[in-house]
């Protein structure tokens, strides 16, 4: 099922150009890297479904298989994410590896929020917390806490890149989502490092903009997780996502003047403003 | 366990170094008179004369809090404000206090309309031997006579004024700087002359403006980063900007024609400039205070100084207005977790200088708790340049995480941060402003 969204002929027009971009994107680093050496990431949400979308275009233009695909399991996904991730994996045919921390999820005996002992983790899980800075004896099982982001999905990644001698790894970042990436490249090498393995990150979707991502879901007819209907315009972990505008699909949202990273607490423009009243700073 | 330090800190309150220069005069003997703010945490603000090869020849420190101007009188003593304490002093070259705005209204510092001096930023002699003062926290510029007398005031629709420049046909120039204008009033308080139409595009900020002998007036536009000149007419003349993001403070005119001007927060030096642009005399001797280390460190604040400061972390009370402290949520567990108590419209830190390589992304977290906070709190990232300069124009252009008001349980905080060009290192701080409590515990960061 496609989005209902009226998107005019020459809207369409730029949305394929958009999408022609990030396919030369592909190509380049099909030309860099043997597909086995390269690797996806996938979660299931809007920017890394279309990511994969675009990739397989390429893919079957060059009549070769996906590159194979990690997705992160934290312990704590919405059921409407796994459900659209299995739909989606027998459709396309997409080589899925579903990659977990097991040795965290042990000690937190598989259960949200439950104390985990830094003593009961392998050496690596240790040595990586020591890398992170974190120096406390326990924390708690939470996929969006520190501790828990970099274990359950950094330590992940790294670990996938490794078993699998990943060379080149596509991501499904853009530049507008978050202000730390308004520079990042198409191609950004990583070399080695304490833990890391030397890697190049891919980013064919960088250049689309909130907006151009759905009138390209619209246009092109691309399958979506059916929670952005229900008004989330940035899918986490499901106990700290948050809807934005409850009922209002996401691509009906004030998308160009809000915030996407969701459900702000805090009045954020009052709170800037009584910031910029200190002037020393 | 010590950690590795890139970049060494240097004593704090030594006197004589010019960490935060917010006010310059050419004196007539050639020497030029630097008002001194003081370091991060509230040492050394002092008054300092230095000579034209940069030897200090005279200076006065004593009990001076973020003082913000210092001005040599025909009787050759010098006022000063001494803005955190609220005070205005005059002080004799044998380091006398002569006169003390303490001593007004018998003794509790009250002026004759029952005021109170509020951080004072800006004092001139005139004429009559009466000061011109610049009354920030109370919206005013005021007229008052050596015991405390309010000859003449302007409060009229101005928001933290910081200087107010007598002019020889007796108008009075004030900035208006949260106004973001400039205006030249009449004894009859009548504005005769504005420029700046209140959007920062315009001007930004502005600390100081002068009028020329060629009837132009020349405005130190802070923020926007430049000192401008400005015709009767409006139009923008002339311009003197670097390549840094200098937050000029106050700009001077000497009598040959060149400009001093006060290079604050940002860079710590004086410079003179000619209409060239170049510079033509510097003074700058600062040493940072507070280390570099080479990573986050004691980011879970399990050790402590003797004085009950987390080791390595500066509280940086510059900025306080002579409120707040360092708290301490006793009943965290599993240990105690520091925090912010802050009661007034200016700002307090807790922070840490950290080697953060140009390019490189970094992802810090933290937790973060909040009472009752009327401004804003939140866990931000400053960076500095090779002068020890912000790269940034504003606190707000900062990267930083969620900004907390209100009251809010432990909250994770995560956020992503790109080195921006130019950078030397990163300053992490806990912030909070206006007023309320923050508690902040496990902070991490690593490279990504």
């Given at each position: 099922m496609a989005i209902d969204k009226e998107i005019s002929e020459k809207r369409k027009r730029q949305c394929s150009k958009l999408v022609e971009i990030s396919k030369e994107i592909v190509r380049e680093a099909l030309e860099k890297f043997k597909p086995e050496e390269l690797g996806i990431t996938w979660t299931g949400g809007k920017d890394s479904t279309l990511t994969l979308w675009i990739i397989r275009q390429v893919c079957q233009e060059k009549e070769i298989p996906l590159p194979k695909t990690m997705i992160i399991g934290e312990g704590d996904e919405f059921e409407e994410i796994e459900e659209f991730v299995e739909r989606i994996k027998k459709e396309w045919n997409v080589p899925l590896e579903v990659c977990r921390n097991e040795d965290v999820l042990k000690a937190a005996n598989y259960t949200l929020n439950a104390v985990v002992k830094v003593k009961e983790l392998s050496e690596r899980n240790r040595?990586?917390?020591?890398?992170?800075?974190?120096?406390?004896?326990?924390?708690?099982?939470?996929?969006?806490?520190?501790?828990?982001?970099?274990?359950?999905?950094?330590?992940?990644?790294?670990?996938?890149?490794?078993?699998?001698?990943?060379?080149?790894?596509?991501?499904?970042?853009?530049?507008?989502?978050?202000?730390?990436?308004?520079?990042?490249?198409?191609?950004?090498?990583?070399?080695?490092?304490?833990l890391v393995p030397e890697h190049t990150r891919i980013r064919p979707i960088l250049h689309f903009t909130e907006k151009d991502l759905w009138d390209t879901y619209a246009s092109l007819k691309i399958p979506y997780c059916r929670l952005y209907e229900r008004g989330y315009r940035s899918l986490g972990a499901k106990t700290t996502s948050q809807i934005s505008m409850e009922g209002v699909p996401a691509w009906k949202q004030d998308i160009e003047n809000t915030e996407e990273r969701a459900g702000r607490r805090q009045d954020k423009e009052k709170a800037m403003e009584r910031m910029r009243k200190l002037g020393y700073m | 366990m010590n950690p590795e330090i890139v970049g060494p800190g240097c004593p704090r309150g030594i006197p004589g170094h010019v960490e935060m220069p917010l006010a310059v005069e050419r004196l007539p003997n050639g020497n030029t008179l630097i008002a001194d703010a003081g370091d991060e945490a509230g040492f050394g603000s002092e008054i300092v004369e230095v000579d034209p090869v940069g030897n200090i020849v005279w200076d006065y420190n004593e009990g001076l809090r973020f003082a913000h101007s210092g001005r040599r009188l025909r009787n050759g003593n010098t006022l000063i404000t001494d803005t955190s304490n609220n005070r205005l002093?005059?002080?004799?070259?044998?380091?006398?206090?002569?006169?003390?705005?303490?001593?007004?209204?018998?003794?509790?510092?009250?002026?004759?309309?029952?005021?109170?001096?509020?951080?004072?930023?800006?004092?001139?002699?005139?004429?009559?031997?009466?000061?011109?003062?610049?009354?920030?926290?109370?919206?005013?510029?005021?007229?008052?006579?050596?015991?405390?007398?309010?000859?003449?005031?302007?409060?009229?629709?101005?928001?933290?004024?910081?200087?107010?420049?007598?002019?020889?046909?007796?108008?009075?120039?004030?900035?208006?700087?949260?106004?973001?204008?400039?205006?030249?009033?009449?004894?009859?308080?009548?504005?005769?002359?504005?420029?700046?139409?209140?959007?920062?595009?315009?001007?930004?900020?502005?600390?100081?403006?002068?009028?020329?002998?060629?009837?132009?007036?020349?405005?130190?536009?802070?923020?926007?980063?430049?000192?401008?000149?400005?015709?009767?007419?409006?139009?923008?003349?002339?311009?003197?900007?670097?390549?840094?993001?200098?937050?000029?403070?106050?700009?001077?005119?000497?009598?040959?024609?060149?400009?001093?001007?006060?290079?604050?927060?940002?860079?710590?030096?004086?410079?003179?400039?000619?209409?060239?642009?170049?510079?033509?005399?510097?003074?700058?001797?600062?040493?940072?205070?507070?280390?570099?280390?080479?990573?986050?460190?004691?980011?879970?604040?399990?050790?402590?100084?003797?004085?009950?400061?987390?080791?390595?972390?500066?509280?940086?009370?510059?900025?306080?207005?002579?409120?707040?402290?360092?708290?301490?949520?006793?009943?965290?567990?599993?240990?105690?977790?520091?925090?912010?108590?802050?009661?007034?419209?200016?700002?307090?830190?807790?922070?840490?200088?950290?080697?953060?390589?140009?390019?490189?992304?970094?992802?810090?977290?933290?937790?973060?708790?909040?009472?009752?906070?009327?401004?804003?709190?939140?866990?931000?990232?400053?960076?500095?340049?090779?002068?020890?300069?912000?790269?940034?124009?504003?606190?707000?252009?900062?990267?930083?995480?969620?900004?907390?008001?209100?009251?809010?349980?432990?909250?994770?905080?995560?956020?992503?941060?790109?080195?921006?060009?130019?950078?030397?290192?990163?300053?992490?701080?806990?912030?909070?402003?206006?007023?309320?409590?923050?508690?902040?515990?496990?902070?991490?960061?690593?490279?990504?």
């Open positions: 040595a990586e917390l020591q890398r992170i800075g974190f120096d406390d004896d326990e924390f708690p099982f939470e996929a969006e806490s520190y501790a828990g982001n970099h274990l359950m999905k950094t330590v992940v990644f790294n670990q996938f890149l490794e078993r699998n001698k990943i060379k080149g790894i596509f991501q499904g970042l853009r530049w507008d989502e978050h202000p730390a990436r308004f520079d990042d490249p198409y191609f950004e090498f990583k070399a080695s490092g304490n | 002093i005059e002080v004799t070259p044998v380091k006398k206090i002569v006169i003390s705005s303490d001593e007004w209204g018998g003794g509790i510092g009250k002026l004759s309309d029952g005021s109170h001096l509020h951080y004072p930023n800006e004092a001139f002699e005139l004429e009559d031997g009466t000061f011109l003062v610049t009354d920030r926290n109370n919206d005013r510029c005021i007229q008052v006579d050596r015991k405390g007398h309010v000859i003449w005031l302007y409060d009229k629709e101005i928001k933290h004024p910081h200087n107010a420049d007598p002019l020889p046909n007796g108008n009075i120039l004030i900035s208006d700087s949260d106004g973001n204008r400039i205006l030249e009033v009449n004894r009859k308080k009548e504005i005769v002359w504005s420029y700046g139409d209140g959007s920062p595009k315009t001007l930004w900020w502005p600390r100081s403006a002068i009028r020329l002998e060629n009837g132009n007036t020349l405005i130190t536009d802070s923020k926007n980063h430049r000192i401008i000149e400005v015709s009767p007419d409006g139009k923008t003349i002339w311009k003197f900007q670097t390549e840094h993001v200098d937050k000029f403070y106050i700009t001077h005119v000497t009598k040959e024609g060149t400009f001093l001007i006060a290079c604050t927060d940002g860079h710590h030096q004086v410079i003179e400039i000619d209409r060239t642009g170049n510079i033509v005399w510097l003074f700058r001797n600062y040493r940072r205070p507070a280390p570099v280390y080479a990573r986050l460190t004691n980011g879970f604040f399990k050790e402590l100084e003797e004085n009950g400061i987390p080791k390595y972390w500066v509280l940086a009370t510059r900025l306080s207005e002579g409120g707040g402290r360092l708290i301490w949520d006793e009943d965290n567990k599993p240990y105690p977790c520091p925090g912010l108590e802050y009661d007034r419209p200016g700002a307090l830190f807790l922070q840490q200088n950290i080697a953060a390589k140009v390019g490189e992304t970094y992802r810090l977290g933290a937790e973060i708790k909040t009472i009752d906070v009327k401004g804003a709190a939140c866990l931000h990232i400053d960076f500095y340049d090779d002068f020890g300069g912000s790269l940034y124009r504003d606190i707000t252009e900062m990267p930083s995480g969620e900004y907390f008001t209100g009251t809010n349980d432990w909250t994770h905080e995560i956020f992503e941060v790109k080195v921006p060009p130019k950078s030397t290192f990163a300053q992490l701080r806990l912030a909070i402003n206006h007023s309320g409590k923050v508690f902040i515990r496990n902070i991490m960061m690593n490279k990504i």
